[in-house]
Structures are given as C-alpha cells and as structure tokens.
C-alpha cells in the first residue's frame, strides 16, 4: 500500500512579470479571480483532495498571502460590531482551511530550486505540487484524480491536458503509452518543444505527485536557460530508474498567469455563481461584440 499523500507543496516566489505592473507589489497569487485570490482556490484543492500540511514557498514582497490565510483580529471585531456574521464566518473560515507553514526562495531560480525548498518539510514522504497559475475547475478536485492513480501505480503522477497546435510549444510535454481511459505510462518528457519535434498532444499541467528522491535529482540537475533549474529535466533524470504516470485531467483548465486565460477564468467563475450570473450575463448579452 502506497504511503498516503499528507503534504503538499505550492511554489508562489515567482516575480509575476505577465501581470505588471498589478503585481509590482502584490503578489500574482493574490490576483482575485471573482473574490478569492488564486492561491485560495488551490489550496481549497489540496485540501478537497484530503491533503493536510501545505508548505508555501513564498519570496520578497509576498507577505500578503500570509495575512491573507492568518487571523485578522481588526477585520473580525469590526464585523461582529456590525452585525455582519456572515461575512465574519468566510473570513474566519480562510484561516481554518489547513495547517499552512511558509518557506523564502530567496532567488528565482526555477521551479525545480523552488520545490527543492520544500525538502525538510516533505522529509521521506510522497508529496504533491500545485501551481495557483492553473485553475482546474472540475467535479472531482484535479488533484484527487491523480491522488487516484498514484495509489493504483505507487510511482509518480503527473497532470496533463490536451493542447492544440504550437501551442504545446509554451508547455512540457510527454511522450506516453495509454495504460487505461485517460491514464499514461511515460517513456520520456520535453521541456517547451518546438510545435514540430513535440512528442505529443499532452502537455503537462502545474500538477505534480512526486516522491522525496526528486530532490536528489534536483541537485544533480544543472541550471539550464535563464540560470533556471527546470523540474522537468530532473523528472527525465528520475524517470530512468523508476516509473512515471500521467492523467488526463477532467476538468476545465484555465491559464490564470496569462491576462486572456485570467479574463476567460473571470468570466467563467463569475457565470458559475447564482448571486452574480443573472446579472453579469444581462451585461454580456448588451455588449456589441462587433468590434
């Protein structure tokens, strides 16, 4: 029996460099999408998906995201001054979601450097990563379905999509043979590939269930464009002594680190809430979209 999946690891030092200048001093994982920053809706995954410590790799300038899982005494006492209990009960609930301790990437080396400083808090355990750049809105949490599989396979899994066209060209990609409906054994795996050489359709999402030896295949990993040390290649590296998989996730995945994926995300979260669709959809049906 595999070991249980307890931990989970969310690299957010990035600089956020797509969303300047809004994040020139708020972090990108902040980003409310409708009235919940990013970061919440993928620890609400994790912790949907039964996960119960969660390790925040955080950078300068990134504090906010510690207020906003913390107790806000002010806010609260304000509230309950007022009456407003059931604004008071969804603030307090943010700070109950799960036990969140924080670590400093002090240099953005890459997200292989930055999942490497979850190291002592993985210790000798199999643990998860989630990126708040992707937002998977699904019926069973994202990270749930491939919870599944590595309990099948006990190996690592990975979270992938179909993309279309170049588009796989801003994505890693896998080369896999399809072991069962939706669920890949991987050969081999490529960083980015130009649209010609892709091995596939299947592009890996920010969703990962990696065991601890990663980390030693992290620090054999040399730094590649950029100074980067990029996940990817010590995945490859891994990948020659032990057996990877793959989902494909059901779910709708948006980009919420680029601006279009940002919008459309906004607009389907915005659609899925009873208190905002009417109205909102009154409006888009009053635009003339004929620009």
Known sequence: MPQKIRKAVFPAAGLGTRFLPATKAMPKEMLPLVDKPLIQYVVEEAVASGVESLLIVTGRG??????????????????????KNELLREARSVSEIARISYTRQREALGLGHAIYQGRD???????????????????????????????????????????????????????????????????????????????????????????PDIFTEIERTKPGAGGEIQITDAMRNLLQKRPFYAVRIEGARHDAGDKLGFLIATVEFALKRPDLAPGFMEYLRSLKLNR
Request: glycine fraction near 6%; hydrophobic fraction near 45%.
């Open 62 to 83: 990134k504090a906010a995201m510690e207020d906003h899982f913390d107790i806000s005494f002010e806010l609260e006492q304000l509230l309950r001054e007022r009456g």
């Open 121 to 211: 808090f993985v210790e000798s355990e199999p643990f998860a990563v989630l990126l708040a750049d992707d937002i998977v809105d699904a019926e069973k949490p994202a990270l749930r379905q491939m919870i599944d599989v590595y309990e099948k396979y006990d190996a690592p899994v990975l979270g992938t999509m179909r993309v279309e066209g170049e588009a796989i060209s801003r994505f890693g990609a896998i080369d896999a043979e399809e072991v069962e409906p939706g669920v890949y054994r991987i050969r081999d795996m490529v960083e980015k590939p130009k649209f010609e050489d892709a091995p596939s359709d299947l592009a890996i999402i920010g969703r990962y269930i990696l065991t």
